[in-house]
């Protein structure tokens, strides 16, 4: 157990990572998605010669080179904040954590940004062709940056291929494959990806609307909405698809994360998933009062898409935190002692391998070895705490899911209206096209608060609190980069969106406007 | 093959960006279908 420790230091170290986290994220899907839609478009071109095509395709590829640098700047800045406000997880975890992230640099981010120029400046330079095959290799080097980044995120929330070695107080990696094809990472990959195609094609879908309702670029503006709408559609049912995967995966590895989700205080077998409600401010863990002061249920799904089994038991957080001998959950309180316990032996090997006492060291190694599984329990103090803040958690949850299913209604019926040429008579769905992308965003961030917030408190689950993982600084100088990254990011976005705004506004180049057929 | 399932699912990816590729183009065909008697010009 650690001692003495600042949770000011803490607190601004995650709020600073969030904060950049953030502002990385209002680029990234947009690297994500929109290139395999400018591919698209650039492919239609090369197959059927007309030029049209390569117009849209140019089109975009400008707006996306105004957002790709300002999203690889922000990633640059959460690689360095492992080593500056997270070097003790860095330390502990540094063996697994940071393969992934090399191997996303020599792998995925070189492969991105050396074709990112043949895909900027190539246009007529280089044959069509091999332009195309640039443009398809930016956007899967995005794709498997962001594949590496989300192994290693999903190994922090589902610790597979490694020991803890005593010697060193570190996790190894033992399966390099276990770590790179853990299910929990695959699904997060998967649902991450297909969230920035969603982003990607409501950006081409907000400023399609915005120019038919200016009555401009209308040929452009339709086909592209069709791409858009089409990639949109299937990608949002995918997501759905990769959403039902992540709430197993949650289930199975994080109990307490979907009993956050659910509000869920009271296990039940056959537990219902609240479609809406309203939770009670103030409940409390074992306060027997109603968590909910309404809510409508959908009776045994949850049970279903955490367990595949209409009838099996959903640990609530009380289950998790008291202990629910029935059904085989230890309380939070004797997983704290069993860390503690861990943690004594462990220094007590450690004690014993200084001094050359070998059966002291095997003593203490064997009973390190009987409790390491709660090693990370042992850091903590409270056991009402092992439960994320329910109410963030619970209506993020809600509000990515309804929006989530709110997206593939809209992207069949824009795609609809403007297949049959009837976008333009429905003026207010071009408006909700254009604040769609707001709203697309304020989903995805949603689920990053429920993956992130709804960890808490671990920065490794179940292993390494996140109180424990901060580096040994002041947290003035936390404070301090706090406020310079917000000021300068905050000039970098606004800066940013005006030269993406007077682009948008600019529209495309009408001197190379070709034919309007296929 | 341990890793199977996970491999499978990951292999999703590259089909869900060829059938989005698919798919776009049928309906752009349909779209210019429909269009091609009330001609719109930017």
């Known amino acids: 157990m650690i001692e003495n420790l600042d949770m000011a230091l803490v607190n601004w170290s995650r709020g600073q990572f969030a904060l950049v986290a953030f502002y990385h994220w209002l680029f990234i899907p947009l690297t994500l998605g929109m290139t395999y839609i400018i591919a698209f478009a650039q492919t239609i071109h090369v197959r059927t010669g007309n030029p049209e095509w390569e117009r849209i395709a ?11 640098a300002i999203g ?22 540094g063996d697994i954590f940071g393969a992934p992230l090399a191997a996303e640099g020599i792998l995925a981010f070189f492969l991105e940004s050396t074709f990112v120029a043949v895909m900027f400046f ?28 989300l192994v290693a995120n999903g190994w922090m929330n589902y610790p597979v291929g490694m020991v803890f070695n ?11 494959w276990a770590v790179l094809f853990s299910p929990y990472a695959v699904n997060k990959f998967l649902h ?3 969230s920035g195609f969603v982003i990607s094609s409501f950006f081409i879908v907000a400023v399609s609307a915005w120019y038919i309702l200016k009555g401009r670029n209308l040929m452009l503006a339709k086909r592209s909405m069709v791409v858009a709408a089409t990639f949109g559609l299937i990608s949002s049912i995918f997501l759905a698809t990769t959403g039902d995967g992540s709430a197993y995966w949650v289930a199975q590895k994080q109990p307490a994360k979907l009993a956050a989700m659910e509000g869920l205080y009271e296990g039940e077998e056959g537990a219902g998933l609240v479609a809406i409600g309203m939770l009670r401010p ?20 949850l049970s279903v898409l955490g367990y595949r089994n209409a009838d099996a038991f959903v640990p609530g957080a009380e289950d998790l935190v008291l202990g629910n001998e029935a059904q085989g959950i230890m309380s939070a309180e004797e997983k704290i002692r069993r860390g503690r316990l861990a943690l004594d032996a462990l220094a007590g090997y450690k004690e014993a391998v200084a001094l050359d006492d070998e059966a002291g060291a095997l003593a203490s190694r064997a009973v390190f070895e009987e409790n390491y599984y709660y090693m990370g329990y042992g850091h903590l103090f409270d056991p009402n705490g092992i439960i994320p803040n329910v109410p963030f958690i619970f209506y993020s949850f809600r509000i990515m899911v309804m929006l989530g299913f709110a997206f593939i209604a809209l992207f069949l019926l824009l795609l609809y209206l403007t297949v049959t040429n009837k976008l333009e008579e429905n003026r207010w769905l071009l408006w909700v096209g254009i604040f769609s992308l707001p709203l697309a965003f304020l989903a995805s961030m949603a689920g990053w608060i429920v993956a992130e917030v709804g960890r808490q408190p671990w920065t490794i689950q179940g292993l390494l609190p996140t109180m ?51 | 093959m341990t890793h199977l399932s996970s491999i499978l699912w990951l292999l999703t990816w590259p089909v869900l960006i060829y059938v989005g590729y698919r798919l776009s183009v049928y309906m752009v065909k349909v779209f210019e279908r429909n269009n091609s008697q009330d001609q719109v010009t930017d």
């Open chain 1, 468 to 518: 424990v993982s901060t580096s040994n600084i002041n947290a003035n100088a936390v404070i301090l980069t706090f406020i310079m990254f917000a000021v300068l990011l905050t000039i970098l976005v606004l800066a940013e969106y005006k030269i993406m705004l007077t682009a948008i506004r600019r529209g495309p180049d009408n001197k190379e406007k070709g034919g309007d057929n296929v």
């Open chain 1, 166 to 176: 005593p010697d060193n107080a570190r996790h190894e990696m033992v399966d390099f």
């Open chain 1, 122 to 149: 190539g246009w007529g330079k280089v044959s069509k062709k091999f332009h195309l095959v640039s443009i398809y290799l930016v956007a899967f080097g995005a794709s498997l940056s962001a594949l590496w980044i």
């Open chain 1, 58 to 68: 140019k089109f975009w590829a400008k707006l996306f080179g105004i957002n790709f």
């Open chain 1, 72 to 93: 690889v700047g922000t990633g640059i800045i959460l690689g360095l904040e492992f080593g500056t406000n997270w070097s003790n997880y860095s330390w502990i975890s």
């Open chain 1, 282 to 301: 103030g409940k409390e863990i074992g306060d027997g009062q109603n968590a909910f002061i309404f809510k409508i249920e959908i009776p045994k799904l």
């Open chain 1, 192 to 194: 991450t990806i297909t």
